[in-house]
């Protein structure tokens, strides 16, 4: 999977298009990240020992990594990712300028 926690990312399907954030948590064997503001649904809590009072939170909800693209702020639009394999070593590179994204 070629996006990962901390990653800028914009979503390009879904009910949340065109949005812009960063990625919280990732899921590489199930193909999913949690992605800050994006997919919120509610959720409803009983009252217990964590959490005095019940009631309905909001909270972000999985999203395929297909819906997402990764956002180069220097160009300022998604981009594609690809992989570059030095001496042994995986790089990150941007598809178009081939530059390497953050070592």
């Not at 009983?46 to 819906?67: D, Y």
Request: zero cysteines; hydrophobic letters at 35%.
């Amino acid at each position: 999977m070629k996006i990962r926690k901390g990653d800028k990312v914009m979503v390009i399907s879904g009910k949340d298009k065109g949005k812009i954030s960063t990625v919280l948590l990732s899921f590489p064997k199930e193909n999913k990240i949690i992605v800050e503001g994006v997919n919120i649904v509610k959720k409803h809590v009983k009252p217990g020992k964590i959490s005095k009072e019940g009631g309905i939170i909001k909270k972000e909800a999985l999203i395929n990594v297909s819906n997402v693209m990764f956002y180069d702020e220097k160009l300022g639009k998604p981009i594609r990712i690809g992989i570059n394999v030095v001496k042994s070593k995986k790089y990150r590179i941007n598809k178009t300028t081939k530059e390497v994204l953050n070592k």
